[in-house]
């Protein structure tokens, strides 16, 4: 998949637990847990904006897009 997911690096920088993110941001610890290992194909935009506002971060700090190598 091109996007690659940092939650866990922001998370490890705020040392911010994976359970006070779910309780600050109000969605479930199994859904972000799913979502911090890259196992979801889609987020709202109002968890990203939850939890960039508790992180105190920009959405470009959680994704990142990696162009895949074509084969030639």
């Known amino acids: 998949m091109p ?15 994976l359970n006070e993110l779910s309780e600050r941001v109000g969605v479930a610890n199994v859904n972000l847990s799913k979502l911090k290992n890259g196992h979801v194909s889609a987020i709202r ?26 084969a030639e």
């Open 3 to 17: 996007i690659i997911l940092r939650l866990d690096r922001v998370m490890a920088d705020r040392k911010m637990s």
């Open 45 to 70: 935009f109002s968890t990203l904006e939850a939890i960039c506002d508790v992180l105190d971060c920009q959405p470009g700090d959680i994704l990142e897009f990696k162009r895949e190598e074509k």
